[in-house]
């Protein structure tokens, strides 16, 4: 099956000068080498990817508008494990000293943030969220 015949290089080009992540720029990127005779089995080969992925990403380009095909839609996601109200007196807690919350500690470290949260608001943060908020705190 021949795809992309309706879809110019030059406007794949054009959308390639306006990409703004990487995702979207190795889509347009695939179409453009597709359009010139790269097969699906190479492109795969090349981004390490299924060829059902590449056929999904080119179908996209027949069907959509390039800038539309080339990135993704939004996705809601999980909901936060922290409300608001909670998130604020974590950062609260975060701010000041592992003392002034009741460890024996001089600095926040990934274990003792996953403490806190468990101990104050009976939620396990993983090692990633732990450290995620514990950055947010330092920058």
């Known amino acids: 099956m021949a795809q992309l015949e309706d879809v110019s290089t030059a406007a794949l080009r054009e959308a390639l000068q306006d990409a703004d992540d990487a995702t979207t720029t190795k889509r347009i990127m ?3 080498a597709y359009k010139q005779g790269v097969s699906q089995t190479e492109l795969a080969d090349w981004y390490g990817l299924s060829r059902k992925t590449i056929y999904n990403w080119l179908q996209r380009f027949e069907e959509e508008s390039i800038r539309n095909a ?8 999980r909901p936060p494990k922290l409300g608001g109200e909670e998130r604020d007196e974590l950062l609260r807690l975060l701010r000041n000293s592992p003392k002034a919350a ?11 943030v996953q403490r806190l949260v468990a101990e ?11 450290y995620r908020i514990l950055s947010s705190v330092s920058n």
């Open 30 to 32: 695939a179409a453009i």
């Open 70 to 77: 080339a990135s993704d839609k939004p996705r809601s996601g």
């Open 102 to 112: 009741g460890y024996d500690a001089e600095e926040w470290n990934i274990p003792l």
């Open 120 to 130: 104050q608001f009976d939620i396990a943060y993983s090692r990633t969220s732990a």
